[in-house]
């Protein structure tokens, strides 16, 4: 649907893994308003500049009238 807002600032993941991670956040807002009422998926995909490692996060999600 779209791609994230990168490089935000997370100083809780650069106090577990150092500085270089400090801008290891993200940020999208996804517009729920046309969405039937019910159980959806939401999937996240994520790719690490750094390891080259691919991920996705699933998680269930209620939209609510």
Not at 27 to 44: C, F, I, K, M, N
């Amino acid at each position: 649907i779209g791609d994230a807002d990168l490089g935000q600032q997370r100083s809780d993941i650069a106090s577990a893994y150092g500085t270089r991670y400090v801008p290891s956040g993200y940020r999208y807002t996804l517009d729920l308003s046309r969405a039937e009422p019910g159980q959806h998926t939401v999937e996240v995909r994520v790719h690490s500049t750094i390891s080259g490692v691919e991920m996705a996060y699933v998680r269930a999600i209620t939209v609510t009238p």
